[in-house]
Nanobody, 126 residues
Framework: VQLQASGGGLVQAGDSLRLSCVAS????????MGWFRQAPGKEREFVAA????????TYQDSVNGRFTVSRDNAKNTVYLQMNSLKPEDTAVYYC????????????????????WGQGTQVTVSS
């Protein structure tokens, strides 16, 4: 599985961005997909995820209500719509895929996700 993320950029506080991630693989519709981010000098953290079977979504508290994760199985693509961006959202955003149903790991755990994209930079100026 290969993941190609795009859509990052430099925006001002309060603006919006939409990240996209295209996945290879014939069974994309069976993958749980998600996003992590890593800010300079900080550990990588979970942002959001969407389950393949029923489109259940889950978010980190700091982005809940501002970010929306969605997917288009016909296009093998997962999206992260980011609204009301804040300077603290500045980070490299990584698209991730869980192809084995999580294996008992939390949605928030990096070890749940077997495949990682290359990352796309999001910078929010104040």
């Amino acid at each position: 599985v290969q993941l190609q993320a795009s859509g990052g950029g430099l925006v001002q506080a309060g603006d919006s961005l939409r990240l996209s991630c295209v996945a290879s693989g014939r069974t994309f519709r069976n993958y749980n997909m998600g996003w992590f981010r890593q800010a300079p000098g900080k550990e990588r953290e979970f942002v959001a995820a969407i389950r393949w079977s029923d489109a259940f979504t889950t978010y980190q508290d700091s982005v809940n209500g501002r970010f929306t994760v969605s997917r288009d199985n016909a296009k093998n693509t997962v999206y992260l719509q980011m609204n009301s961006l804040k300077p603290e959202d500045t980070a490299v955003y990584y698209c991730v895929a869980d192809v084995n149903g999580g294996r008992g790991s939390s949605w928030y755990a990096e070890r749940r996700y077997e495949y990682w994209g290359q990352g796309t930079q999001v910078t929010v100026s104040s």
